[in-house]
């Protein structure tokens, strides 16, 4: 079992322990955003993602006989060290796959950073510097904010208008609720009173 880890005084992982042995792994972020890719991809059999996810993580290194404990390292790398947490569904703000210009261009307008031109970088580097994207100023920070935020209650039939719409334009796919279709109408006139009877009845 790993010690717990502190990006500031120690080196970034570049093994991981199965059974008693250190097992090196690919560990770039490109690696791991594949893996969790894999992780959404509904047309890939459930049955057949653990393999695909192993073999990508460990290459030729995977040690065939403890399959199981090699894939909880696995998910422990993917976490970037961190304690399992409760299970629980939490709301998705972001998709690596729908969102890939904007995280590439987040990183240019926050960081500096052309991940182009580090194909490499570890991934717990990257997910240190994705987790503050949301508190910067490239325009991924703003979808984001769209998706987690809640529609105030307060707010004023145009404020409500707006955010309903942000949060339809910018929605992850996959998790798109049921077509609103008084809804739709009621943005597309832009009638803000409407939206705002749309989202109290549902319908």
Known sequence: MQNEFNILIDPLPTCVWVGNEAVPVNCGFRTMIGIELL????????????AKELALFYGMNLPAARVNEAYNQL???????????????EKRIFDFRQDACLIYSAFLV?????????????WWKFMALFTELSSGKSFFAKVMQYRYMKVPAKASPEQKAFIAKMKSDYAI????PPVNNALTQALMAGDAKAV?????GGT
């Open 39 to 50: 992780i959404y991809d509904h047309d890939v059999p459930e049955e057949d993602k653990k």
């Open 75 to 89: 998910l422990w790398f993917h976490r970037c060290g961190a304690e399992e947490k409760e299970s629980g569904i």
């Open 110 to 122: 926050d960081y500096g950073i052309d991940l182009q031109e580090d194909p490499d970088m570890h």
């Open 173 to 176: 796919e996959e998790d798109k």
């Open 196 to 200: 705002e009877e749309a989202l109290k």
